[in-house]
């Protein structure tokens, strides 16, 4: 379907408009660990539905060992919020999204998920 969902709305990675976010859902989606750590800034933080969380622990368990996948529906502030269907192996599929704080440095110093 060339990255387009059945309602038409899903934005394809590389269109996303801030840099880093792009990196951040593109290394998500290819399972590539090394390329995700990379577009973080180091002492990176985040959040899962309001409470922070070990940044190592989470992206092993919720995106690295269960196959995360994000499908961004749509983008606001400038490409730094994201509404997406993020679906993995432990919880299925659900409506997410996500906030992204990127550094002067280009890269993301702290992220935000949780329902949408």
Same mark, same amino acid.
């Given at each position: 379907? !060339?990255?387009?969902?059945?309602?038409?709305?899903? &934005?394809?990675?590389?269109?996303?408009?801030?840099?880093?976010?792009?990196?951040?859902?593109?290394?998500? !989606?290819?399972?590539?660990?090394?390329?995700?750590?990379?577009?973080?800034?180091?002492?990176?933080?985040?959040?899962?539905?309001?409470?922070?969380?070990?940044?190592?622990?989470? &992206?092993?368990?919720?995106?690295?060992?269960?196959?995360?996948?994000?499908?961004?529906?749509?983008?606001?502030?400038?490409?730094?919020?994201?509404?997406?269907?993020?679906? !993995?192996?432990?919880?299925?599929?659900?409506?997410?999204?996500?906030?992204?704080?990127?550094?002067?440095?280009?890269?993301?110093?702290?992220?935000?998920?949780?329902?949408?």
């Amino acid at each position: 379907m !060339n990255g387009v969902s059945l309602t038409g709305m899903t &934005i394809q990675p590389a269109k996303l408009s801030d840099p880093a976010v792009r990196a951040f859902v593109s290394a998500v !989606n290819a399972h590539d660990r090394d390329a995700f750590l990379e577009v973080l800034a180091p002492g990176a933080t985040m959040a899962d539905d309001g409470s922070d969380r070990d940044l190592a622990e989470w &992206i092993d368990r919720e995106i690295f060992s269960s196959h995360g996948h994000m499908e961004v529906d749509r983008e606001s502030q400038g490409g730094r919020a994201l509404v997406a269907r993020y679906s !993995n192996d432990a919880w299925g599929e659900m409506r997410t999204r996500w906030s992204f704080t990127v550094g002067d440095d280009g890269r993301i110093a702290r992220f935000e998920t949780g329902q949408a």
